[in-house]
């Protein structure tokens, strides 16, 4: 593992490594990531093993159990997934895009460290091992459907990757598992559904809870296996049936495991739950509950701001069109009060992936916020949420900058997070 920084008046500084060294063992065993190397480390007493300018050199250190040396390390090199899912968002973007748009994420070590929903498939035993000795939990695993034939299917794998032997393995020694399930109507509702389940229930209370998600589609599926769309008559139809099973199927102390995620409330203009539906589920970073948490800290958070800004400001929110009705019925009316500011809220159409088959924020792309702003009166800023940008914050998914947007509509368009205190920020 090669060193990027070394912090100053840390362990690491005073033994004298330097950017570029690399780490090779502790305690005569290989570090094989950063994982790893926080695992290793831990030991107050350990023995390590650096190549410094070509050259072995060993170090005794003697250490508090939380020093991490001071190290900051390269990112490790990601493995793909083993799959080839029918439903697979790669597979749906045009060509042309980013290379990182194009690789499917398959790594149990991503699972752990930011909550990546991985199918275990390219997961052997050696793997398995790891997980439980160094107690890398939760992991959140994407299950789909458990039988065997369906999955064959729909991951298009070639053999049996024994599911549900990985589940009685990790849950037996105590690593808890959130799941998943991409529901595609005709392949893995009714009887495959409720199967799946009933399988993965009966790992609980290690196994923790099952999200239910709607497929997503684009409208650049050339030479990919028929999915039929979720249409809002079919969501009216499953969101009963799927309450059904989630109250068939609870945990032995009553908490809730099966989980539906914002999309099936907010096509059918149903009312959304409330956060003690989600009891202590953290979920809401993978879209289950995501809008419920936001609004419930957003009424506790503005309730305590001024109710006047200083400067007179018109501004203009942009959604997509899922939460577009939700947004002006709930969320507008908490900032029509406030004095001296104006709000506009526009609804952004995702052309660029089909405006009727993906109507999410975060995957609005730069051309179609340009296309449908330009020429417009906007106020004196457009505010998007931060999650049309990549991760690192920089760019939409067609490679634009916030600046690139703001030249060629003419104004500020900027990105807020989910507080008010971020939102009211822009507007100084």
């Keep these: 593992m090669k060193i990027l920084t070394v912090n100053k008046s840390s362990t690491g500084a005073e033994l004298g490594l330097q950017p570029g060294d690399k780490i090779e063992a502790i305690d005569g065993s290989r570090v094989k990531d950063i994982i790893d190397y926080r695992f290793k480390v831990s ?25 991490d040396l001071g190290l900051e390390f390269e990112d490790f090199r990601i ?47 050696k793997e398995l091992k790891r997980v ?35 589940f009685e393995y990790l849950t037996e020694n105590g690593i808890e598992l959130h799941s998943q399930v991409v529901l595609c109507p005709s392949w893995n509702d009714g009887q495959f559904l409720e199967q799946t389940i009933k399988d993965i229930h009966q790992y609980a209370p290690m196994a ?58 907010l096509m059918t203009n149903a009312v959304l739950p409330t956060t003690e539906y989600y009891e202590d589920s953290d979920l809401s970073e993978n879209g289950v509950g995501q809008v419920p948490h936001f ?9 305590l701001l001024p109710k006047k800004i200083d400067i007179p400001k018109r501004v203009t929110v942009c959604t997509g069109t899922l939460i577009a009705d939700w947004f002006k019925s709930n969320w507008m009316p908490t900032v029509e009060k406030i004095e001296n500011l104006e709000v506009n809220h526009l609804t952004i159409f ?17 051309k179609d916020i340009i296309d449908q702003l330009k020429e417009k009166d906007l106020g004196d800023m457009v505010i998007f949420s931060d999650r049309i940008l990549s991760e690192t914050g920089t760019v939409t998914l067609d490679d634009m900058s916030l600046d690139m947007i ?23």
């Excluded at 992936?353 to 924020?361: A, D, F, P, R, W």
């Excluded at 060629?408 to 507007?427: I, R």
């Design 43 to 67: 030991d107050e007493n350990i023995v390590l093993r650096v190549r410094q300018s070509g050259s072995i050199q060993e170090y005794e250190i003697e250490k508090d159990y939380d020093d």
């Design 79 to 125: 493995r793909n997934c083993a799959n080839d899912c029918i439903f697979c968002f790669v597979d749906q973007n045009p060509p042309g895009m980013r290379d990182a748009l194009y690789f499917r994420d398959g790594d149990f070590r991503l699972s752990f460290l930011h909550g990546h929903y991985i199918t275990m498939t390219n997961m052997g035993w």
């Design 132 to 166: 439980v000795e160094q107690r890398l939990t939760p992991l959140y695993v994407s299950v789909h459907v458990t039988q065997p034939d369906k999955r064959l299917e729909m991951f298009l794998y070639g053999k049996d990757d024994l599911l549900l032997k990985k």
């Design 208 to 265: 923790r809870t099952m999200s239910i998600v709607p497929a997503g589609l684009t409208k650049h599926r050339d030479g990919l296996p028929y999915i039929a769309p979720v249409t809002v008559d079919y969501a009216k139809d499953f969101v009963p049936f799927a309450e059904n099973l989630a109250e068939k199927y609870r945990l032995a102390d009553d908490r809730r495991f099966v989980f539906l995620s914002d999309e099936w409330f």
């Design 295 to 303: 609004w419930e800290n957003w009424q506790k958070e503005i309730a």
């Design 350 to 366: 995702n052309e660029f992936y089909g405006s009727k088959e993906v109507t999410v924020s975060g995957l609005l792309v730069g």
């Design 406 to 428: 703001s030249e060629e509509v003419g104004l500020p368009v900027v990105v807020t997070d989910d507080t008010p205190q971020s939102f009211f920020n822009l507007l100084k």
